[in-house]
Antibody
């Protein structure tokens, strides 16, 4: 069974750093790209970035380039999304998802709620 | 790249059909046959309903169907059921450097 299990909810202050994770199981981690998607409170889905866990090749949405960093550790089948300096506007639910084809995500994690507040 | 345009809301009674539109441009929906649809119940992970404009993943009921004409894609939910009440998002491919453009989302209410 394909599963993407994300790390738990986080509360941070503005300016702090954060790294959240997405551990996959049930398939070969290096075969499919992993996408990160943001949903701000009351808003829609936004694509942030994708990574090929096999070679760590990445593509960032222009909206998120330079704002976040994604990475993957194929030794432990885990993808990461990190911030070096959080802002209040980073408060959102973040989902990882397996990119099943050219443009669709066929399996999703349960989401990680990130709250940034002073 | 702007978000694809969806109606904010749609509704229907149990058993009826509802169709949600997703309007893009000639750079995304109009060029590539890579439109997907997701169902999202608040607090849960989004679920893939349709990919490649018309294809259904295993386990998705055939009550859900997709189509496309020009720059507009559509999702039809036939035989509405109470559990279909959710947010629905379309997504389209817009090139290797922009693999996803999401729609603005549509809240479907089952009356």
């Amino acid at each position: 069974e394909v599963q993407l299990v994300q790390s738990g909810a986080e509360v941070r202050k503005p300016g702090e750093s954060l790294k959240i994770s997405c551990k996959v199981s049930g398939y070969s981690f290096t075969t499919y790209w992993i996408a990160w998607v943001r949903q701000m409170p009351g808003k829609g889905l936004e694509w942030m970035a994708i990574i090929n866990p096999g070679d760590s090749d990445t593509t960032y949405s222009p909206s998120f380039q330079g704002q976040v960093t994604i990475s993957a550790d194929k030794s432990i089948n885990t993808a990461y999304l990190q911030w070096s300096s959080l802002k209040a506007s980073d408060t959102a639910m973040y989902y990882c998802a397996r990119r099943g084809g050219t443009s669709h995500n066929d399996y999703w994690g349960q989401g990680t709620l990130v709250t940034v507040s002073s | 790249q702007s978000a694809l345009t969806q109606p904010p809301s749609a509704s229907g009674s149990p058993g009826q059909s509802v169709t949600i539109s997703c309007t893009g441009t000639s750079s995304d929906v109009g060029t590539y046959n890579y439109v997907s649809w997701y169902q999202h119940h608040p607090g849960k992970a989004p679920k893939l309903l349709i990919y490649g404009v018309t294809k259904r993943p295993s386990g998705v009921p055939d009550r859900f169907s997709g189509s496309k004409s020009g720059n507009t894609a559509s999702l039809t939910v036939s035989g509405l059921q109470a559990e279909d009440e959710a947010d629905y998002y379309c997504s389209a491919y817009a090139g290797a450097n922009n693999p996803y453009v999401f729609g603005t989302g549509t809240k479907v209410t089952v009356l």
